[in-house]
């Protein structure tokens, strides 16, 4: 979710945001891939719809590249896999290899918002209408996977941007497989559920990530296969199936449950930023709770989320009177 780049963001102003994806041809890459071509219904922001999905500028399983193209990879139930998109002339582009080349293209469509429904929401605030009338191509991300938005998600509780982003690369790039196809360099797919389970307790903490963290990933992923079965729930029956692991709370679920669903009224509350952000932009009441926040989020209810990514995108956040949240690198200690 978010208004991008200027001032440096917080987690939350990060989360959900916008992509730049530059302009460009397409490239023809070497190598040949299943393909799949797909033409949305309306207006279609890649950036805006795909950018959830990053975690940080040196994200190994995402990247953007000069000639317009998104990159990311996945564990899909098929295997690992790599996907390409490209939107030229309002026609997406899908390209993917790896065993799970077929199982990202078959949900192509699903990842880029097909099955979402922006006409279904109101403005109700001169400020939401004015974000949304500028951002036309925005749609809600829907991968159909569970734990490659759950353990980053984890990774994000209740510490900087910075640090949550610096141990998923690390863990990623270390324990993770090289990416399928003709990748951009580096690219990974994140680690199965086992190697997560066999990770050193040194590794966890040279990645900057304390023991509370690290448990609730090693609980994750040890019911993987059970929490990946909620994508066939609607997303309060899923954020309940997910809650069921100690350490995975409200905030975790949502985040959750925004991407791997595309759930349009999930909001995150227990955040350390956003009640004040969308007190400040709806009420002036930049010292709003999640209380508040939900009140104020009422008139949007099926569509708080939306809501909330609309708020964000239009950059009006309270000006900062506090020190930033400090750093303490675990792995140093």
Same mark, same amino acid.
């Given at each position: 979710?978010?208004?991008r780049f200027a001032p440096r963001p917080t987690r939350t102003t990060v989360r959900g945001g916008h ?11 070497? &190598? ?6 797909? +033409? #949305? @219904? %309306? *207006?279609?922001? =890649?950036?805006?719809? !795909? ?16 000639? &317009? ?6 564990? +899909? #139930? @098929? %295997? *690992?896999?790599? =996907?390409?998109?490209? !939107? ?26 097909? @099955? ?26 829907r991968t159909g996977l569970v734990m490659e938005s759950l353990i980053p998600s984890v990774l994000e ?52 990530v304390d023991d509370k963290r690290a448990s609730t990933i090693l609980r994750a992923v040890r019911v ?110």
């Amino acid at each position: 979710m978010s208004g991008r780049f200027a001032p440096r963001p917080t987690r939350t102003t990060v989360r959900g945001g916008h992509v730049v994806v530059p302009g460009g041809v397409p490239r023809q890459t070497a &190598g040949p891939g299943h393909v799949r071509t797909w +033409t #949305p @219904a %309306g *207006p279609l922001d =890649l950036g805006l719809v !795909l950018g959830p999905l990053r975690r940080g500028p040196a994200d190994p399983t995402f990247r953007t590249t000069p000639d &317009g193209s998104v990159w990311r990879t996945s564990r +899909t #139930p @098929a %295997g *690992p896999g790599t =996907l390409r998109v490209a !939107l030229r002339g309002g026609v997406v582009r899908g390209e993917a290899w790896g065993p799970g080349a077929e199982w990202l293209l078959d949900r192509l469509p699903d990842l880029l918002g097909a @099955a979402d429904d922006p006409g279904a929401f109101e403005p109700r605030h001169r400020l939401v209408a004015l974000a949304r009338h500028r951002r036309p191509g925005l749609r809600l991300v829907r991968t159909g996977l569970v734990m490659e938005s759950l353990i980053p998600s984890v990774l994000e509780q209740k510490v900087t941007t910075d640090e949550a982003y610096r141990a998923w690369r690390l863990l990623v790039r270390k324990f993770g497989e090289p990416a399928p196809g003709p990748a951009p360099e580096r690219m990974c797919v994140m680690p199965a559920p086992r190697t997560w389970a066999l990770i050193p307790s040194w590794e966890w903490h040279r990645a900057g990530v304390d023991d509370k963290r690290a448990s609730t990933i090693l609980r994750a992923v040890r019911v993987a296969a059970r929490l990946e079965e909620a994508v066939g729930f609607d997303p309060v029956q899923a954020r309940r199936r997910l809650e069921l692991v100690p350490g995975v709370g409200p905030w975790t679920s949502a985040e959750v449950v925004q991407r791997s669903h595309g759930s349009a009224d999930s909001v995150t509350v227990g955040d350390l930023h956003l009640p004040g952000i969308v007190g400040y932009a709806l009420a002036g009441d930049r010292d709003a709770d999640d209380s508040v926040m939900l009140e104020l989020l009422e008139p949007y209810a099926g569509q708080r989320h939306r809501a909330v990514r609309l708020i964000l995108l239009a950059g009006r956040t309270p000006p900062r009177r506090a020190p930033k949240m400090p750093r303490t690198d675990i792995g140093l200690l």
